[in-house]
């Protein structure tokens, strides 16, 4: 659902976290105004994100 209401589908996770995954940070870009129960969802993302830790020396890869 968020994923379709972003304006950077074509970024990389790496691209994404360059840009911040704070509140109020460039990461989060949005077609719309989002709606509280999607505001709810973003704040949900930003907690589970809060932890994650890029390592460089991994390749950035889209897997399915």
Known sequence: MM???STHKEFSVDAMHALGW???RDA???RRCLLAWEE???VEI???LSNVTMQESN???WLW
Do not use: K, S
Request: proline content about 0%.
């Open 40 to 42: 709810e969802l973003v």
């Open 59 to 61: 390749a950035d890869v």
């Open 46 to 48: 930003r907690n589970l």
């Open 28 to 30: 989060w870009g949005w």
């Open 3 to 5: 994923y379709d209401l």
């Open 22 to 24: 704070g509140e109020d």
